[in-house]
């Protein structure tokens, strides 16, 4: 956790924002290990609510501050993966994946590194067999939406959902500001940690079955020094209201249990005359969202039934729906772009990622 964005953004409790709504400054607890000059990129140690009755304490892990409103919840479902290794050889790594089986937690950790971590830094791996000319999808997303927004306000941005950290080191390119990625997923902001510390991409490509080969990548990026990566839940971003210039979301709103809460989030997050970015194909799944609060997408009432654009647009529409957001705004014409996903040498899902722009 760099020192510098802590002290800037100054974060709030989780716990006492999700649970009171009451933003209560958090404290740098116990620091056991620093690193970096001065000591200003704290890897091991803790924060503290300061309040009294609340005194909730967040661990700072491997340099990732661990901000959600249910610390302990969070560390119970995901503790394991805590100790998941990027130094294992190849070669082991396949015999383990052998071991634990196709529909293993293990594989299914080493499919999401593979398809993100191909898509994030894969334009960057010179090596024969990286596929590097169709990668980078949500790079090419990212970069139609930051031509509609225009100008911004000076401030700090929030990249919520930023699984392998590509999208935050282009945003630091291209705004003069801090930028935190913030996501819930331990395996992806560890390897988003790793280019932020190393300036290399390190990611298990799966070939075929549950053979995958590990894979290396120089991303190095200007602006690299201005980003952080912290776990927290995009729907309670831990922040006091308007503390953010721009928000962006890529592909984050069906993977949410609940949409309308992720649009509030980004709404009180924007300072005024900001801007935020929300990508998303409305490819809904039951294990991230419940079938009643999909946009559409399913039987219901009104004219909107399965139009999930329609449903977003009345939701980003003040006074359109009952759950409408009360400051954010459609900037122009929502875009539709195309966006693949890898999922092994022989199959590509190709999405049509539905992207809006939006003002404070």
Request: hydrophobic share 40%.
């Amino acid at each position: 956790m760099r020192l510098g964005h802590f002290e800037r953004l100054n974060p709030v409790c989780p716990h006492c924002l999700w649970t009171r709504g009451t933003a209560v400054p958090l404290a740098l607890g116990v620091v056991e290990v620093a690193a970096g000059g001065e000591g200003r990129d704290v890897r091991w140690g803790t924060l503290l609510c300061t309040d009294p009755g609340c005194a909730m304490e967040y661990p700072i892990v491997d340099g990732a501050p661990i901000l959600v409103p249910d610390p302990r919840g969070w560390m119970a479902a995901n503790g394991h993966l805590l100790t998941l290794r990027a130094d294992i050889p190849p070669v082991t790594d396949g015999v383990l994946g052998d071991a634990f089986g196709p529909d293993s937690a293990f594989n299914a950790t080493r499919q999401h590194l593979s398809s993100y971590g191909w898509d994030h830094y894969g334009d960057r791996d010179r090596q024969p067999g990286g596929e590097a000319e169709a990668a980078g999808s949500v790079v090419r997303c990212l970069s139609a939406g930051l031509g509609r927004l225009g100008p911004l306000p000076a401030g700090p941005v929030l990249d919520l959902g930023c699984a392998a950290g590509r999208t935050s080191f282009e945003l630091a390119g291209r705004t003069d500001d801090l930028v935190l990625g913030l996501d819930l997923h331990w395996p992806l902001l560890a390897l988003a940690r790793r280019v932020l510390d190393t300036g290399e991409a390190v990611y298990p490509l799966r070939r075929s079955g549950i053979v995958y080969e590990r894979r290396h990548a120089e991303a190095r990026f200007p602006g690299a020094e201005r980003v952080d990566f912290w776990i927290g839940d995009a729907l309670a971003p831990p922040f006091a209201p308007g503390s953010f210039a721009l928000v962006t979301a890529m592909n984050v709103l069906d993977c949410v249990a609940s949409p309308p809460a992720l649009l509030h989030a980004i709404d009180r997050a924007v300072a005024e005359g900001g801007g935020a970015l929300l990508a998303t194909p409305f490819d809904w799944a039951t294990q991230a969202t419940p079938v009643e609060a999909w946009l559409g997408g399913h039987s219901q009432r009104g004219d909107d039934a399965g139009r999930c654009e329609a449903v977003l647009a009345r939701l980003l529409t003040p006074g359109a729906h009952p759950q409408s957001v009360t400051r954010l705004r459609m900037d122009g014409e929502p875009l539709e772009l195309p966006w693949t996903v890898r999922m092994h040498d022989r199959a590509r899902m190709h999405y049509a990622a539905h992207l809006v722009a939006l003002r404070a």
